[in-house]
C-alpha cells in the first residue's frame, strides 16, 4: 500500500470522526441553543469528505493493481543450444519458436512430424 493511500485512510478516519462528533454536538445542551442545523450541516460535511476520500484511495489503488503486468521468462540451466536442437521422433532441426510453456513447463511441438513433448534436461554427470 502506498504512503498517499495510507494518509487518505488516515484522513478519511480524522473527517468521519470529526463529523459524527460535530452531529453528536448538536443534541447537547450547548449545540441546540447555538442553532443545531450548523452543527449537523458541518458534521454531515465532514463524514462526506472522509467517505471520499475512502473512495478515492480504493480507486487509486485499483488502478495501481490493474496497471501491473507479468512477464514470464525461461531460464534453462546448462548449456543449451537452440540451433542444435534435434526432434525426438523424426530428427527434425527445432527452434526457439517450437518451444512454448504449458502450465508452467516448457514443452517442444515438431513442425514436421507433429510430436508433441515436455522438454527436459539432462543431469551433468
Do not use: H
Request: charged share 15%.
Amino acid at each position: 500500500m502506498s504512503a498517499g493511500r495510507v494518509i487518505a485512510y488516515i484522513g478519511a478516519a480524522i473527517f468521519i470522526l470529526f463529523g459524527v462528533l460535530f452531529v453528536l454536538a448538536a443534541f447537547s445542551d450547548q449545540g441546540a441553543q447555538a442553532g443545531p442545523g450548523n452543527w449537523i450541516l458541518i458534521g454531515l460535511i465532514l463524514i462526506a469528505a472522509g467517505f471520499g476520500l475512502i473512495w478515492l484511495a480504493g480507486r487509486a489503488g485499483r488502478r495501481a493493481a490493474e496497471a501491473q503486468q507479468i512477464i514470464q521468462k525461461i531460464e534453462l540451466s546448462g548449456d543449451v543450444n537452440l540451433e542444435k536442437m534435434t526432434c525426438r521422433s523424426c530428427g527434425g532441426t527445432l527452434t526457439s519458436e517450437n518451444i512454448k510453456v504449458i502450465a508452467g513447463a516448457p514443452f517442444v511441438s515438431c513442425p514436421y512430424c507433429n510430436a508433441s513433448y515436455q522438454l527436459t534436461e539432462e543431469p551433468k554427470w
